[in-house]
């Protein structure tokens, strides 16, 4: 069935007061964003606390499912017949034809749910859930009622005009994009910081992006690795700018003047407070980051806390208490484990110490960092303004 309606069904944004029709506006540019890239033409249309989206023309239904899945805000996608205002008789035998249409299997539990928003509507929902719940009985007499766990729920919405429908397809849930301010990813071309993006972009944050990249010690497979990693999170997140920062004369550096048991913490905190200049230049309020507590030497409590010592902007680390494995579940369900799993190296595996500090003294980081005084501040500089900038979308 080609279905010419669907009901966007949405969690939190409800909850907004007076700000509420902010975050509509929000979700249904959104939507409108991601039915772009989807063959057809659509209307999306606002209706006393609903949101439609109606087909003006044929196209593909898992290809718009699918791109209404990774929609920010949506917590449910309901595919359904929409009529007119209609008399009873009418409004029975629509629905009951419906039904028939989407339940072709002849055993099932169900119970019907009539809301009438307009109580102009001559039956009462209670009438309409009874005459309509006794026809498809009627129809199909294996199935059963059952009011606390049926396969499926008939609803029935008499507003302007009436919708009906069964099916509750999941949505990604969370706010939509654009309604919480802008934040700069540390990506890598791991596991981790996808994720991370995502977790982050999910409450409504836009992202920006960067990548720390080391030619010739980084290969541009693995610049491009990164490139595709912004392309899948911008499937959600929506376009993604990525600050590629060439980081060799920095590494180089830190690695010819510090302690190598060190240099890892140290390169860390130069990719902070970079990160931190170009999200202060683009209007990104945080940073967000793949960490994991324990995961690897730089990322104990007493790592980060050094690392973060670095920072003005708060640094959003939403794996934080996620095992890898449950990483690793969570980037296969948003489809960029496989990527992320492709062997190109990056950078910080290069010029890892065999034993690095996993308890780093702060006083004595500083004193390293002293010790690169002379040239860093250039090199920083450098680094900015030779940045290549990638839009991924
Ligand atoms: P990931 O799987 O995200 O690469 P990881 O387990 O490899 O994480 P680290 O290499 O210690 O962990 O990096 C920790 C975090 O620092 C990453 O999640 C990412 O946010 C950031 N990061 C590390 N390397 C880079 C890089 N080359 N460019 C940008 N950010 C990086
Ligand atoms: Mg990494």
Redesign the pocket.
């Known amino acids: 069935m080609q279905y010419q309606s669907f009901l966007i069904k949405y969690a939190e944004i409800g909850t907004k007061g007076k700000n509420r029709y902010i975050f509509e506006d929000a979700l249904m540019q959104q939507i409108r964003f991601h039915l772009n890239k989807v063959e057809g033409e659509f209307a999306i249309q606002k209706e006393q606390g609903r949101i439609y989206v109606n087909a003006k023309s044929e196209y593909d239904y898992d290809e718009l499912i699918c791109a209404l899945q990774k929609v920010f805000g949506v917590t449910g996608i309901c595919p359904m017949m929409q009529i007119e205002k209609c008399d009873y008789e009418t409004l029975r035998r629509e629905v009951l034809a419906f039904v028939q249409r989407e339940h072709p299997e002849q055993a099932f539990s169900f119970k019907v749910r009539a809301k009438r928003a307009d109580k102009h509507y001559p039956v009462t929902s209670d009438e309409i859930n009874a005459d309509v719940g006794y026809d498809i009985l009627t129809a199909y007499p294996k199935s059963r009622v059952d009011v606390h766990n049926p396969d499926f729920i008939v609803y029935i919405e008499i507003r302007k005009n009436i919708n009906v429908y069964t099916k509750n397809i999941r949505g990604a849930g969370g706010m939509p994009i654009g309604t919480n301010g802008k934040a700069m990813l ?8 996808p994720v ?1 993006g995502y977790m982050i972009a999910k409450r409504g944050v836009r992202i920006e992006a ?3 990249h080391a030619p010739p010690y980084t290969s541009e497979r693995a610049k491009q690795k990164v490139v595709d990693l912004a392309k899948l999170v911008a499937q959600y997140a929506g376009p993604v700018k990525l600050h590629v920062i060439n980081f060799t004369e920095i590494q180089l550096y830190i690695y010819e003047k510090c302690p190598h048991d060190e240099l890892t913490i140290i390169m ?1 905190r130069y ?1 902070m407070r970079i990160a931190e200049r170009l999200a202060e230049t683009n209007d990104c309020i945080g940073l967000i ?3 994991s507590i324990g ?2 030497a ?2 104990t409590m007493f790592s980060l806390r050094t690392t973060d010592e670095v920072c003005g902007l708060p640094v959003y680390r939403p794996v934080i208490g996620f095992d890898k494995q449950e990483i690793v579940d969570l980037s296969e369900k948003i489809g960029t484990y496989e990527t992320s799993i492709l062997p190109y190296e ?3 595996t290069i010029f890892v110490a065999k034993h690095p500090v996993t308890k780093p003294n702060l006083k004595s980081i500083k004193k390293s960092e002293e010790h690169l005084k002379e040239k860093i501040e250039e090199m920083v500089e450098t680094a900015v303004s030779t940045e290549e900038v990638i839009w991924c979308s």
């Not at 540390?186 to 910081?193: A, Q, V, Y």
């Open positions: 540390l990506l890598s071309g791991g596991i981790d910081s991370a960067v990548y720390f860390r990719m980051t793949g960490e995961q690897v730089s990322q990056d950078c910080c």
